[in-house]
């Protein structure tokens, strides 16, 4: 919850008329070898199936990376040594970011992460964008 409010996902209460999207929390337990709790993991997901295209959403296309491109990248930040990280919400909330179970979600993962790699003048790979 506290990387949603750092990162200003939502903001509350909706306009009249305004039907918001329900939501609903996965919690998961990660177990170690010897069958001992090693971590309680709780996160919260869009009931995104009840997404109307055209009100909800409109465009849902995202390109997928090339697993060469993913092992390129893997075998990259190991000869650097460099870390390696992944990014993992009972009000009515505004999203201003994509969440987890959206229709849309990975399209908005993908513009934002594509605008931010561009700032640093990276330019794109035409073979797998």
Not at 67 to 85: E, G, M, N, P, Q
Not at 104 to 116: T, V
Request: glycine share 6%; hydrophobic share 35%.
């Amino acid at each position: 919850m506290d990387s949603m409010y750092t990162n200003q996902v939502w903001t509350s209460d909706p306009p009249p008329g305004i039907i918001p999207i329900g939501n609903k929390w996965i919690f998961k337990r990660k177990i170690d070898s010897d069958g001992i709790v090693e971590i309680d993991k709780a996160r919260i997901v869009a009931k995104g199936y009840k997404q109307r295209e055209g009100i909800d959403y409109e465009e849902t296309f995202s390109p997928v990376a090339m697993t060469k491109s993913i092992r390129i990248w893997l075998a990259i930040a190991a000869y650097y040594d460099c870390f390696i990280s992944k990014v993992d919400m009972h009000k009515v909330c505004k999203l201003h970011r994509s969440i987890y179970g959206l229709t849309q979600g990975s399209r908005s993962w993908n513009i934002l992460f594509d605008e931010n790699v561009k700032s640093f003048d990276f330019t794109q790979n035409m073979d797998d964008q």
